[in-house]
């Protein structure tokens, strides 16, 4: 294999494998940083071996064995300098007697546990995604500074923070009893619909979306449904990002631009990621009474995903959902896309009425699709002056730039 294979294979497992190895390691060391670091070194060991040596046919077991045997003298090493000889020698005994083939049921609990530590309440919003991209999404620092259009040394400093605050904080290696599961899931669960989100609308920049970081919420949310089976919500959220992905294709026209939903080629609609999020859909509706916030949303995409059409999509189910959505979140975002709705559904008319109550909404403020969806209203009702003002307010409040151009080119067209 040739030097540049072998780097692109490495990459690969670690990408793969990282989460797993580094929450194993949590588990042994009981020290997230000191894990993530033994993980590192495994990773220095495969880039310098790996090309001389080939890659092992277990790459996986490979870089937890080599960490663990490096776990295993660091804390000799700590144990000698400390002088507590007989309780170390115990520790020692039994990390030497893991077997890594035995260990697949542990390993995939330390995952979760992994998760939940990484999104625990004591951590910033900024912090947990940061950290969550690193420690289980694989990601480098840069690799997440370019993603959120942050410098390198934000993130990094962002990640060391969050380590020391779940080290000072002492939060155990543990997934929350069921008293607690459902305030902690939540947090999991916004974690991975936020760097989704980024990904399918960037907040800034000069792409208006990043395949890669929706990927990489994927693979988060499909790990999550696959360790916690019988959590309704767990499912709608895997519905709402593989309904949601099903469309990135067609999002982006073959110059980078925006295209709008009314306007993309449905025959590019991913309808393997539709199937899927449909058959996740049905897992959700059938372990919830009643549909939580994310599994509401993925109903709504897929009225989208079964319609061939914007004219034939069936609005009004999608305003009754939004009705759901708005009563149990009280979201002002919520509140304008259901104006959208009822536009679609009832006419500009009613769907202005409706954007109108919301001007003042201090959530909204500077809120850039506000005045977009209310440009987009008056146009409907031939009020092009004022729609042409509202189109270059959303603009000025953009900070994607290709979305920004979108803008304006619609506010051009009103004159």
């Known amino acids: ?49 790996w090309p001389r040596d080939g890659v092992p046919d277990n790459p996986g077991a490979w870089l937890m064995a080599t960490a663990r045997r490096r776990g295993i003298d660091a804390l000799r090493r700590r144990v000698t300098l400390e002088r507590k000889q007989e309780l170390i020698a115990r520790e020692l005994q039994t990390l030497q007697q893991l077997d890594l083939a035995d260990q697949v049921d542990e390993l995939e609990d330390d995952l979760l546990r992994l ?23 694989g990601l480098s620092t840069p690799e997440i500074a370019h993603a959120f259009l942050v410098s390198e040394g934000t993130v990094a400093q962002r990640i060391v923070r969050a380590k020391r605050t779940l080290g000072e904080a002492r939060v155990p290696f543990e997934v929350p009893g069921r008293d607690e599961l459902a305030g902690r899931l939540s947090a999991v669960l916004e ?99 009643a549909l939580g916030p994310y599994a509401l949303q993925a109903a709504i995409a897929a009225c989208h995903a079964r319609a ?44 202005l009425e409706l954007v109108d109550a919301l001007a003042e909404e201090p959530a909204l403020r500077g809120y850039h699709l506000l005045p977009s969806v209310r440009a987009d209203l008056l146009v409907r009702l031939g009020r092009t002056a004022e729609a042409r003002a509202e189109f270059e307010r959303a603009a000025g409040q953009c900070a994607n730039g290709p979305e920004r151009e979108l803008l304006l080119a619609r506010a051009a067209a009103c004159a």
């Not at 999002?251 to 590019?268: K, S």
């Not at 959902?321 to 149990?328: K, Q, R, S, T």
Request: net charge neutral; proline share 5%; charged share 20%.
């Open 1 to 49: 294999m040739s030097p540049t294979a072998t780097q692109r294979t490495i990459d690969a497992v670690w990408r793969i494998e990282s989460a797993r190895l580094i929450a194993g390691l949590t588990r042994i060391v009981r020290d997230v940083a000191v894990a993530e670091d033994l993980a590192q070194d495994a990773l220095v060991a495969a880039l310098e071996q």
């Open 191 to 289: 974690v991975i619909y936020l760097i989704f989100n980024e990904g399918y609308a960037a907040t800034g920049g000069e792409q208006w979306t990043r395949p890669a970081l929706c990927a990489d919420a994927l693979r988060l949310a499909r790990v999550l449904a696959g360790l916690l089976p019988r959590e309704g919500e767990v499912h709608g959220l895997l519905a709402l990002l593989e309904l949601q992905a099903s469309r990135l294709r067609a999002r982006v026209g073959p110059r980078g631009e925006p295209v709008l939903l009314a306007d993309q080629d449905r025959a590019r609609w991913d309808q393997l990621l539709v199937q899927r999020g449909l058959a996740a859909l049905g897992r959700a509706e059938a372990l919830s009474g």
């Open 115 to 137: 998760i939940f530590m990484t999104c625990h309440p004591v951590l910033s919003r900024d912090a947990r995604v940061a950290l969550t991209l690193r420690l289980l999404g």
């Open 308 to 351: 061939p059409s914007v004219e034939r999509t069936d609005w009004p189910r999608i305003v009754a959902l939004y009705d759901a959505l708005a009563a149990l979140t009280g979201s002002p975002v919520v509140e304008l896309n259901r104006a959208v709705a009822v536009t679609m559904a009832f006419g500009p008319e009613a769907g």
